[in-house]
């Protein structure tokens, strides 16, 4: 009852990480279309966050001596990596491919889980995988504008392979004695990719005038600032300590297939606020994007198989099993989504939660 209770939990939490993301490019598309370059509000979003996080990192500054290689590879990978690849990627190839690329990461999980952790995964969470990103294709239309750009697309999968280390690292250490507090991780996380992103943004060029002023959101005035509010606390603090919690909770592979609910959210919240129409192959898709995180999110992590070892009886076999079922036990009961995402003008480039603004 107590693990089945604690998987509801991280569901609620990877659902309610992924509709916090989701809802990052409703926000800053009305104000990269009152001037800001989209970089300067990925800036503002990842400095906006650490400064919040910022009591919360002293709290935890323990972590600087005992994690630094995890602090560090959550920042560059999950915060600045999963930013600058799809940027870069979207400069040459559509945002729908490069978005399709990116949410392929739930299936690199898979793999990472199967060849390099080299721990079963079930048949169900790899059918969810299929059908996710099966239904994404058709969430962001990825048939539309296809050109070939293999420099483009290996951009995007560069932006694919960092998301998977946001999924790999939320999960690490949960099985260990001595556990990396999930909001020390995200705090640091948050100020390393800060400071990263304040040399490549170069804030200081950005236009702060149009934080002071309104913003047009579908024909209502917003205050730029609320909307700024919005994607630092909600999509940004918010969204990645329940992905982190979720993470820990289920396990890499379920949560990731749960992520791509993401680009089904913002693509409704671009419909409903934005007057961004979905067509019937978004709706199709998305519903097959559902179907398909909830066959992942309802299997459950296999135990590692049990294998004879040279020269031990049976009995060392099932101790082995055992122990591995524990360690999985372990993994599953203990955010981070980078990041949010896009800068275009249609839903598929809202879709990206954690990719950009």
């Known amino acids: ?212 002023g309104r913003v047009d959101m579908d024909g209502t005035s917003v205050p730029a600032w609320l909307l700024l509010g919005w994607i630092v606390l909600i999509a940004t603090v918010l969204a990645y300590v329940t992905g982190v919690i979720s993470v820990r909770r289920l396990s890499p592979q379920v949560a990731g297939v749960v992520a791509c609910l993401e680009a089904v959210i913002a693509t409704v919240l671009a419909w409903i606020l934005l007057g961004e129409h979905l067509g019937a192959p978004q709706i199709i898709g998305g519903a097959v994007v559902l179907v398909g995180a909830f066959i992942a999110q309802s299997s459950t992590p296999k135990a590692p198989a049990a294998g004879p070892v040279a020269g031990s009886g049976p009995g060392s076999g099932s101790g082995a099993e055992a122990a591995g079922a524990g360690s999985d036990a372990a993994g599953a009961g203990s955010e981070v989504d980078a990041l949010g995402s896009v800068s275009g003008a249609a839903g598929a480039e809202l879709s990206a939660g954690r990719t950009a603004p």
């Open 1 to 212: 009852m107590h693990a089945s209770q604690g998987r509801s939990a991280g569901l609620g939490l990877a659902l309610a990480s992924a509709f916090a993301f989701g809802g990052s490019g409703v926000a800053a598309k009305p104000l990269i279309e009152a001037g800001l370059d989209p970089l300067h509000v990925v800036w503002l979003r990842v400095a906006g966050a650490a400064l919040v996080m910022l009591p919360v990192a002293w709290r935890h500054r323990d972590l600087l001596r005992r994690k630094p290689a995890l602090l560090v590879g959550f920042g560059l990978l999950a915060i600045v990596g999963v930013q600058t690849f799809y940027f870069a990627a979207i400069s040459r190839i559509p945002v729908g491919v490069a978005l399709l690329i990116e949410y392929l990461a739930p299936a690199l999980v898979l793999g990472w889980v199967r060849f390099v952790q080299r721990r079963p995964v079930t048949r169900a969470a790899a059918l969810g995988v299929v059908l996710a990103a099966g239904g994404l294709a058709c969430v962001v239309q990825v048939w539309s504008g296809l050109t070939f750009d293999l420099g483009g697309l290996l951009l995007a999968l560069a932006a694919a392979c960092c998301q998977v280390g946001y999924f790999v690292l939320s999960d690490q250490g949960a099985d260990e004695a001595e556990q990396a507090d999930p909001l020390g991780v995200i705090a640091y996380g948050l100020l390393i990719g800060a400071l990263v992103l304040t040399a490549v943004a170069r804030p200081w060029s950005m236009d702060w005038g149009v934080l002071g």
